[in-house]
Structure formats: structure tokens, C-alpha cells
């Protein structure tokens, strides 16, 4: 059985949608990052980072969400949630997976933690503007792509683990001036995704609840 370790809202959210989506079992065990759990050496045997989240696999300890998703459908290649390697469409697929760990979720962590990157509060708070400057832009992009789509997922007709990535960053903006919803493309991506029983469900064991994007 997995164990996924998280923090409610935290990146754990795309793993534990693909587990939830997977119909897999597996545990879910929470760390008390406010209280400083992450920080604790029980945990950073798991993660020396000290970052959440963390999946258990046997005898295998993962740590990086895009890694933990890559693993997931990699070892349920069945299921169809990334297309065939060595295929263009499976290109696609990491190239898009790639953008949305190293440049919109590596800006997210600019804009909530502000704070490290500055040596006084008016500091941070231009810090912050500019962050969140970038990340309309990059939001911007991904819209133009959803108009590019095929189908109503990210990447075409199919669901893939690219999506409850996506879809976790997009829930993430949510507090911003101009969130992800505001955009057309978007909102009906995060309304698609919210009705599907496994997000649904995700939610509900994290604990989380309105504003859901």
C-alpha cells in the first residue's frame, strides 16, 4: 500500500488526485508543517529538503511531486494517464509536466514565501507584485494552450496526470487579482475537475473545502 505524506492544500494535492483517480490503495499520513513537522528527523530521513510531499512505495521513498506523479502512472501504465514513451504526444507530455513544476509552481513559491527573498516587509511585498505579475503571464499562456486543446483536457481527449498538476497550481492562484478562474478556459477546466468523484474526494480527505478554486 502507498503512504502519501502531506499537508492539506499543499503540493501533495496532484499525487493524491492521481491515487484517488488510480482507485489504488493507500494511506495518507499528515505532517504538521505549521507546527514544524516538516522539519522534524523523523521526517527529513524521508526528505532531507524537508518539503512536502513524500510517497512510500515498498522500500522506495519519493520525494518531488512531478516525480511521485511520473512514478504513479509510470507503474499503472494501464490506466493511460501519460501516453506511450517515445511517442511525440509523451513529449508533450513532459514538456508541459516540466513547465509546470520548474517555472509556474517555482514562481507560486516566489509569491507565498515573498518573504525569503527580502530583507524588509516593503521588500517583499514588491517581491510578491512581481511574482504575481509573472504569473499572470504564465497563467496567460497556459489559457492560449487550453485554446490550442483538442478535447476538454490540457493535453487533448484524454485525462493525464498533467491535469490534477494544473489543476492544483490554477487553486492556487485563487487569493491573486486576476486567478486563473477569471480566465475562460480555466474556468471551465476547474469546473470540470471539480466534478469528478476522485477531486471530489480528494477534498473531502484533506479536509478542504470552499473556495475551491
Known sequence: ?????????SANM??????KELGVPHELVRVDQEGGGHRRPEYLKLNPSGRIP?????????FETAAICLHLVDKH???????????????????????????LQAELITYFYSDRLADDAAMAERVKAHAEERIGGMLDLLEAE???SAGPFFLGERFTAVDPYL?????????????ARNRPHFHRFQQMMLARPA???????EGLGEPYV
Open 1 to 9: 500500500m502507498y503512504q502519501l505524506y502531506f499537508n492539506p492544500g
Open 14 to 19: 496532484a499525487p493524491h488526485m492521481l491515487l
Open 54 to 62: 513524500v510517497l512510500i512505495d515498498g522500500d522506495l521513498v519519493l
Open 77 to 103: 501504465a494501464d490506466k493511460g494517464f501519460a501516453p506511450a514513451l517515445g511517442t511525440p504526444e509523451r513529449a508533450e507530455f513532459y514538456k508541459w509536466l516540466i513547465y509546470l513544476t520548474n517555472t
Open 146 to 148: 487550453f485554446g490550442k
Open 167 to 179: 489543476f492544483m497550481l490554477s487553486r492556487w492562484t485563487r487569493g491573486m487579482k486576476n486567478p
Open 199 to 205: 477531486v471530489r474526494a480528494m477534498f473531502e480527505a
